[in-house]
């Protein structure tokens, strides 16, 4: 069974900070690995994704970052700002599904301070 | 924008009653999704769709069910409610072969 995690649970920078989140998964036959963000009371938005033959997708100041060897991907964020706070989750599927089931990490709660 | 949009946004509703959440899409993606979202569980998949007629469970699936008779409506019901189902539901739609999720705005859902 694919299980992911993601640390830190929560984040807290100040403005124009770079940093970076992690994600871990348990299976690398992956299909694809996908980052979205969360912010309260709202549903996810897609922010990037990785497909299992990809190394890399950058999206402005973000970019992440694949590998499946070790089973982590990690999401940078450049410059951040107090906009940038919110929830970021990352979901894995898997080849055997031909992608078609995400199984999700808990997220990082990421707070940017003016 | 994919087009995705979840009927009731809110809902509460009392032990043993049936409820019924609707998921719409305006385009004509293969793929549909329900899932909860608890504290502590993170996002947890209970029914997904790959067509008309098709579906699969997912790992949270005990008490409930799901139907889909048309491309752009995935229906997902509690047959009858219990405190347990409590929980924000959220629809997602994957689009065409990269397998990207796009997700709606979510339903909560409180069962007293």
């Known amino acids: 069974k694919q299980e992911v995690t993601q640390i830190p649970a929560a984040l807290s920078v100040p403005e124009g900070e770079n940093l970076v989140l992690n994600c871990s998964f348990t299976d690398s036959a992956i299909y694809n690995l996908q980052w979205f963000r969360q912010d309260p009371g709202k549903g996810l938005t897609s922010l990037l994704l990785?497909?299992?033959?990809?190394r890399e997708q950058t999206s402005g100041r973000l970019n992440a970052s694949l590998d499946k060897s070790s089973g982590r991907s990690t999401l940078y964020i450049a410059a951040s700002q107090p906009g940038d706070s919110a929830t970021y989750l990352c979901a894995v599927s898997l080849k055997e599904t031909s992608g078609s089931r995400l199984t999700f990490g808990e997220g990082t709660q990421l707070t940017v301070n003016p | 924008d994919a087009g995705i949009t979840q009927s009731p946004r809110h809902k509460v509703t009392e032990t043993g009653t049936p409820v019924t959440l609707r998921c719409h899409q305006t385009e004509n993606h293969r793929y549909m999704y329900w899932y909860r979202q608890d504290p502590g569980h993170g996002l947890r998949l209970i029914h997904y769709?790959?067509?008309?007629?098709?579906?699969d469970k997912g790992e949270v699936s005990d008490g409930y069910s799901v139907s889909r008779s048309k491309t752009e409506d995935f229906l997902l019901t509690l047959e009858s409610a219990t405190s347990s189902q409590t929980s924000v539901y959220f629809c997602?739609?994957?689009?065409?072969?990269?397998?990207?999720?796009?997700f709606g705005e979510g339903s909560r859902l409180t069962v007293l």
């Open positions: 990785i497909q299992s033959s990809q």
């Open positions: 769709s790959y067509g008309v007629k098709d579906t």
């Open positions: 997602a739609l994957r689009a065409g072969w990269t397998g990207e999720l796009f």
